[in-house]
Protein backbone atom coordinates (compact mmCIF):
# COMPACT_ATOMS: atom_id res chain seq x y z
CA UNK A 1 0.00 0.00 0.00
CA UNK A 2 1.56 3.41 -1.05
CA UNK A 3 1.12 6.03 1.89
CA UNK A 4 1.12 8.97 2.35
CA UNK A 5 2.05 9.92 6.97
CA UNK A 6 1.26 12.88 9.06
CA UNK A 7 1.07 13.64 12.30
CA UNK A 8 -2.92 14.33 12.76
CA UNK A 9 -2.33 16.47 15.58
CA UNK A 10 -3.57 19.04 16.72
CA UNK A 11 -0.95 21.41 16.12
CA UNK A 12 -0.97 24.70 18.42
CA UNK A 13 1.15 27.25 18.22
CA UNK A 14 0.76 31.26 19.29
CA UNK A 15 0.04 33.61 17.11
CA UNK A 16 3.11 34.89 15.35
CA UNK A 17 5.43 32.22 15.51
CA UNK A 18 6.09 29.20 12.89
CA UNK A 19 4.11 26.26 12.24
CA UNK A 20 6.03 23.28 11.14
CA UNK A 21 3.99 20.43 9.58
CA UNK A 22 5.65 17.19 8.56
CA UNK A 23 4.98 14.55 6.27
CA UNK A 24 6.49 11.07 5.25
CA UNK A 25 5.40 9.26 1.66
CA UNK A 26 6.70 5.45 1.06
CA UNK A 27 6.76 5.34 -3.03
CA UNK A 28 9.93 6.56 -4.01
CA UNK A 29 7.95 6.44 -7.72
CA UNK A 30 6.27 9.88 -6.19
CA UNK A 31 7.38 13.37 -8.32
CA UNK A 32 4.97 15.83 -7.23
CA UNK A 33 3.98 16.59 -3.84
CA UNK A 34 1.43 19.12 -2.44
CA UNK A 35 -0.18 20.96 0.56
CA UNK A 36 -3.81 21.07 0.93
CA UNK A 37 -5.49 23.06 3.28
CA UNK A 38 -9.06 22.32 4.07
CA UNK A 39 -11.26 24.55 6.54
CA UNK A 40 -13.98 23.04 8.63
CA UNK A 41 -16.75 21.91 6.47
CA UNK A 42 -15.04 23.00 3.25
CA UNK A 43 -13.14 21.36 0.42
CA UNK A 44 -9.48 21.04 0.37
CA UNK A 45 -7.77 23.83 -1.67
CA UNK A 46 -3.84 23.81 -3.20
CA UNK A 47 -1.42 26.49 -1.30
CA UNK A 48 1.78 24.79 -2.19
CA UNK A 49 3.12 22.61 -4.48
CA UNK A 50 6.96 20.94 -5.22
CA UNK A 51 8.49 18.87 -7.52
CA UNK A 52 12.07 19.46 -6.74
CA UNK A 53 14.37 18.57 -3.80
CA UNK A 54 15.52 21.60 -1.78
CA UNK A 55 12.81 24.69 -0.59
CA UNK A 56 10.14 26.45 -2.34
CA UNK A 57 9.07 30.06 -0.86
CA UNK A 58 5.36 31.27 -1.54
CA UNK A 59 4.71 34.36 0.91
CA UNK A 60 4.39 33.27 4.34
CA UNK A 61 4.53 29.47 3.21
CA UNK A 62 7.96 27.34 2.12
CA UNK A 63 7.30 23.75 1.57
CA UNK A 64 10.46 21.63 2.13
CA UNK A 65 10.94 18.53 0.09
CA UNK A 66 13.99 15.79 0.92
CA UNK A 67 13.55 12.84 -2.10
CA UNK A 68 16.63 11.33 0.18
CA UNK A 69 14.63 10.79 3.27
CA UNK A 70 11.11 10.87 1.48
CA UNK A 71 10.08 13.92 4.02
CA UNK A 72 8.32 16.85 2.66
CA UNK A 73 7.21 19.53 5.26
CA UNK A 74 5.63 23.28 5.40
CA UNK A 75 6.65 26.07 7.18
CA UNK A 76 3.89 28.87 8.04
CA UNK A 77 5.45 31.87 9.10
CA UNK A 78 3.78 34.40 11.56
CA UNK A 79 1.20 32.13 11.73
CA UNK A 80 -2.66 33.82 11.93
CA UNK A 81 -5.51 32.41 13.40
CA UNK A 82 -7.16 32.54 10.22
CA UNK A 83 -4.05 29.55 9.79
CA UNK A 84 -6.27 27.29 11.80
CA UNK A 85 -7.00 24.37 9.72
CA UNK A 86 -6.49 20.63 8.16
CA UNK A 87 -3.10 20.65 6.32
CA UNK A 88 -3.24 17.45 3.85
CA UNK A 89 0.44 16.66 2.07
CA UNK A 90 -0.39 14.83 -1.37
CA UNK A 91 1.94 12.46 -3.69
CA UNK A 92 1.67 11.97 -7.33
CA UNK A 93 3.50 10.06 -9.65
CA UNK A 94 4.49 12.28 -12.43
CA UNK A 95 2.34 11.56 -15.42
CA UNK A 96 0.03 9.07 -13.38
CA UNK A 97 -3.53 9.91 -12.53
CA UNK A 98 -3.50 9.62 -8.72
CA UNK A 99 -3.16 11.23 -5.90
CA UNK A 100 -2.44 10.03 -2.76
CA UNK A 101 -3.53 11.67 0.33
CA UNK A 102 -2.02 11.65 3.85
CA UNK A 103 -5.16 11.64 6.52
CA UNK A 104 -4.24 15.57 7.50
CA UNK A 105 -2.63 17.26 10.49
CA UNK A 106 -4.91 19.83 12.23
CA UNK A 107 -3.26 23.07 13.18
CA UNK A 108 -4.91 26.06 15.99
CA UNK A 109 -3.47 29.31 16.16
CA UNK A 110 -3.91 31.01 19.08
CA UNK A 111 -4.65 34.18 19.49
CA UNK B 1 -16.93 30.55 -13.93
CA UNK B 2 -18.44 27.89 -11.56
CA UNK B 3 -15.64 25.46 -11.03
CA UNK B 4 -16.35 22.04 -9.96
CA UNK B 5 -19.79 22.29 -8.44
CA UNK B 6 -21.85 18.99 -6.68
CA UNK B 7 -25.01 18.15 -5.81
CA UNK B 8 -26.78 17.73 -3.74
CA UNK B 9 -24.62 19.13 -0.53
CA UNK B 10 -26.85 17.16 1.87
CA UNK B 11 -28.83 13.80 1.55
CA UNK B 12 -30.26 11.41 4.11
CA UNK B 13 -30.62 8.03 2.92
CA UNK B 14 -32.35 4.81 4.38
CA UNK B 15 -30.17 1.24 4.09
CA UNK B 16 -30.63 -0.06 1.15
CA UNK B 17 -31.90 2.89 -0.91
CA UNK B 18 -29.72 3.93 -3.86
CA UNK B 19 -28.81 7.88 -5.00
CA UNK B 20 -26.62 9.34 -7.63
CA UNK B 21 -24.07 12.19 -6.79
CA UNK B 22 -23.95 14.74 -9.20
CA UNK B 23 -20.68 16.45 -10.58
CA UNK B 24 -19.98 19.25 -12.98
CA UNK B 25 -17.07 20.76 -14.12
CA UNK B 26 -16.46 24.26 -16.22
CA UNK B 27 -12.56 24.04 -16.06
CA UNK B 28 -11.66 21.65 -19.11
CA UNK B 29 -10.54 19.13 -17.21
CA UNK B 30 -9.41 16.18 -18.78
CA UNK B 31 -9.22 13.96 -15.47
CA UNK B 32 -11.70 13.73 -12.51
CA UNK B 33 -12.34 11.72 -9.26
CA UNK B 34 -14.38 10.62 -6.84
CA UNK B 35 -13.40 10.64 -2.64
CA UNK B 36 -14.62 10.01 0.23
CA UNK B 37 -13.56 11.59 3.85
CA UNK B 38 -14.16 10.15 6.87
CA UNK B 39 -12.74 11.57 10.30
CA UNK B 40 -9.19 10.76 10.97
CA UNK B 41 -9.03 8.84 7.03
CA UNK B 42 -7.96 11.68 4.55
CA UNK B 43 -9.07 11.58 1.51
CA UNK B 44 -9.59 7.93 -0.38
CA UNK B 45 -9.99 7.67 -3.67
CA UNK B 46 -12.83 6.16 -4.94
CA UNK B 47 -13.35 5.88 -8.79
CA UNK B 48 -11.60 8.27 -11.55
CA UNK B 49 -11.73 9.10 -14.72
CA UNK B 50 -8.53 9.90 -16.42
CA UNK B 51 -10.33 11.38 -19.76
CA UNK B 52 -13.93 11.29 -21.31
CA UNK B 53 -15.12 7.71 -21.64
CA UNK B 54 -12.75 5.49 -19.18
CA UNK B 55 -13.07 4.82 -16.12
CA UNK B 56 -10.95 2.69 -13.03
CA UNK B 57 -11.26 2.07 -9.57
CA UNK B 58 -9.82 3.67 -6.88
CA UNK B 59 -8.95 2.33 -3.51
CA UNK B 60 -12.46 1.92 -2.34
CA UNK B 61 -14.66 1.21 -4.77
CA UNK B 62 -16.89 -1.50 -2.98
CA UNK B 63 -20.99 -0.42 -3.46
CA UNK B 64 -20.06 2.22 -5.77
CA UNK B 65 -20.60 2.65 -9.53
CA UNK B 66 -19.53 6.03 -11.66
CA UNK B 67 -20.50 6.95 -15.14
CA UNK B 68 -18.11 9.96 -16.93
CA UNK B 69 -21.48 11.12 -19.05
CA UNK B 70 -19.34 13.79 -20.89
CA UNK B 71 -15.97 15.77 -20.62
CA UNK B 72 -18.16 17.96 -18.10
CA UNK B 73 -19.92 15.55 -16.17
CA UNK B 74 -18.77 12.74 -13.88
CA UNK B 75 -21.56 11.03 -11.93
CA UNK B 76 -21.49 8.69 -8.41
CA UNK B 77 -24.11 5.90 -7.88
CA UNK B 78 -24.93 4.17 -4.79
CA UNK B 79 -26.98 1.14 -5.61
CA UNK B 80 -27.88 0.22 -1.96
CA UNK B 81 -26.76 2.14 0.39
CA UNK B 82 -25.04 1.12 3.47
CA UNK B 83 -24.32 2.78 6.73
CA UNK B 84 -20.72 2.31 6.32
CA UNK B 85 -20.99 4.23 3.56
CA UNK B 86 -21.72 7.64 5.61
CA UNK B 87 -19.11 10.13 4.68
CA UNK B 88 -18.87 12.91 2.70
CA UNK B 89 -18.14 12.87 -0.92
CA UNK B 90 -15.93 15.28 -2.75
CA UNK B 91 -15.56 15.57 -6.66
CA UNK B 92 -12.02 17.07 -8.17
CA UNK B 93 -10.92 18.10 -11.29
CA UNK B 94 -7.10 18.12 -12.38
CA UNK B 95 -6.41 20.84 -13.75
CA UNK B 96 -4.12 21.45 -17.30
CA UNK B 97 -1.35 23.61 -18.50
CA UNK B 98 1.07 24.56 -15.37
CA UNK B 99 -1.56 23.48 -13.26
CA UNK B 100 -1.68 20.31 -14.63
CA UNK B 101 -1.00 18.10 -11.44
CA UNK B 102 -2.90 20.42 -8.84
CA UNK B 103 -6.75 18.91 -8.28
CA UNK B 104 -9.88 21.22 -7.69
CA UNK B 105 -12.16 20.03 -5.59
CA UNK B 106 -15.88 21.06 -5.28
CA UNK B 107 -17.87 21.54 -2.38
CA UNK B 108 -18.83 18.18 -1.14
CA UNK B 109 -22.12 15.97 -0.39
CA UNK B 110 -22.50 14.75 3.23
CA UNK B 111 -23.80 11.74 3.00
CA UNK B 112 -26.07 9.99 6.15
CA UNK B 113 -27.19 6.44 5.66
CA UNK B 114 -29.71 5.31 8.55
Known amino acids: QKEVEQNSGPLSVPEGAIASLNCTYS??????FFWYRQYSGKSPELIMFIYSNGDKEDGRFTAQLNKASQYVSLLIRDSQPSDSATYLC???????????FGAGTRLFVKA | NAGVTQTPKFQVLKTGQSMTLQCAQD?????MYWYRQDPGMGLRLIYY???????DKGEVPNGYNVSRLNKREFSLRLESAAPSQTSVYFC?????????????FGPGTRLTVL
Open chain 2, 92 to 104: AGQGAGSSYNEQF
Open chain 2, 27 to 31: MNHNS
Open chain 1, 27 to 32: DRGSQS
Open chain 2, 49 to 55: SASEGTT
Open chain 1, 90 to 100: AAKNTGGFKTI
